[in-house]
């Protein structure tokens, strides 16, 4: 039996065996959406360790072009002085 919202109508003499019935739905419904909550926070669990790993890598790649404008910044200044020293 799924659950009923009509189930009492008003003024009406209740069967322990129908509210039961309409509890038991109730709790399906809860452990249910439960079940949801679960899956949808695995997912999310999943989706931060991937997001940690990627900013990893773009920390990674921002280090190295920090070190290749830094080879270039050298390289000008070297190219700057030799400039200098020809007539």
Not at 76 to 87: M, S
């Amino acid at each position: 039996m799924g659950f009923d919202p009509n189930i009492p109508t008003e003024l009406t003499l209740t069967d322990a065996a129908q509210m039961r019935g309409q509890l038991n739905a109730l709790k399906s419904l809860i452990d249910g959406l439960q079940a949801q909550v679960t899956a949808q926070q695995a997912t999310i669990d999943s989706q931060q360790t991937q997001i940690t790993a990627q900013q990893a890598t773009i920390d990674g790649l921002n280090l190295q072009c920090g070190d290749m404008n830094t080879s270039i910044a050298d390289l000008q200044d070297r190219v700057t002085a030799l400039e200098g020293r020809c007539p």
